[in-house]
């Protein structure tokens, strides 16, 4: 059993932090705070975060700003349907948020509206004596990047809260780095890389499970009770996305991601000049996916 605290699920967290949450510089005369939402209002469907739990703290325009530009297209990008037609879940909150939002937040990537930028991606070779083309429409992408510098920001600000001392204001940061393991669709949480990190999220000391936005979204914090100065963490964004990694002393991190499966891959075709792989991805079944579970005394 964990030794963690369960919080009320309808009550937020506020901090007067007088340092910004996310680059820890003083607020003054010439940077001044703003109220910031950790689960940010718009990034879940239209309603959901009504009476739920959240964090509120301040952060600078700066940090601010860019967080609420990498949350625009992320947002409505997470909870579009796959190539199929088929959403995360089926829950008209998030079909409903899709069309008012699809047609009005612009793709980082393709300069377009979401709407407008489903992906045409073509494979070609040489298979078996013969030419081979396949043409695949892929829903809208998101550079992973960008899907990581959004991780690190929720990890910031729930970070900064579990170490925030009131008497002071302000909170911490880890000592280290932001190493991130792999960003996935729904369709591909079963891979063994995966699977590896819930299978080692298991062992860990629980630090932070947060769900909010009436599921649709999920933190998760671990610390290595090796004594090792590393922390994982993980984001599941409108039970679409999943972004996981890693927290803190470079050197153990490194060590840490040598041992990690690399991702499992077939022979699409095959010449003396010419290899193409692909990997096919690896669903999850609900009653092997843990991640986010965890037991409260």
């Not at 297209?73 to 409903?96: N, T």
């Not at 393709?110 to 489903?118: C, F, L, P, Q």
């Not at 929720?154 to 970070?159: I, L, P």
Request: charged share 25%; hydrophobic share 40%; with cysteine.
């Amino acid at each position: 059993m964990s030794d963690a605290t369960q919080l009320p699920a309808n009550r937020a967290i506020v901090l007067r932090n007088a340092t910004c949450a996310y680059c820890g510089r003083l607020f003054g005369a010439d940077r001044k705070e703003t109220k910031e939402h950790v689960i940010g209002r718009r990034f879940v469907p239209k309603g959901t975060l009504a009476g739920q739990w959240n964090v509120i703290l301040n952060a600078c325009n700066d940090c601010n700003g860019d967080k609420s530009d990498l949350e625009d297209d992320i947002s409505v990008i997470s909870m579009m349907p796959d190539q199929f037609g088929q959403y995360a879940i089926d829950d008209q909150r998030l079909k409903d948020e899709v069309l008012r939002k699809a047609t009005k937040s612009q793709s980082r990537r393709t300069g377009k509206k979401v709407a407008d930028s489903r992906e045409q991606i073509t494979i070609g070779g040489a298979f078996r004596g013969a030419t081979l083309a396949l043409n695949f429409t892929a829903p809208v992408q998101v550079e992973e990047a960008r899907l990581y510098r959004l991780a690190h920001y929720h990890f910031r600000g729930f970070f900064y809260w579990l170490s925030y001392q009131r008497e002071a204001n302000v909170g911490g940061f880890i000592r280290g780095g932001f190493f991130p393991l792999g960003a996935c669709r729904r369709t591909d949480w079963g891979s063994p890389r995966f699977r590896w990190f819930m299978a080692l999220a298991r062992e860990w000391d629980i630090r932070l499970c947060a769900i909010g936005a009436d599921t649709f979204f999920k933190a998760l914090v671990r610390r290595d009770p090796g004594g090792t100065e590393v922390w994982l963490w993980a984001f599941e964004w409108n039970h679409s996305i999943r972004v996981v990694g890693f927290a803190g002393n470079e050197d153990a991190v490194r060590s840490l991601l040598a041992t990690a499966p690399g991702h499992a891959t077939a022979v699409l075709s095959e010449t003396e000049k010419e290899l193409i792989r692909f990997r096919p991805e690896v669903s999850l079944l609900e009653d092997q996916d843990d991640l986010f579970a965890v037991l409260v005394d």
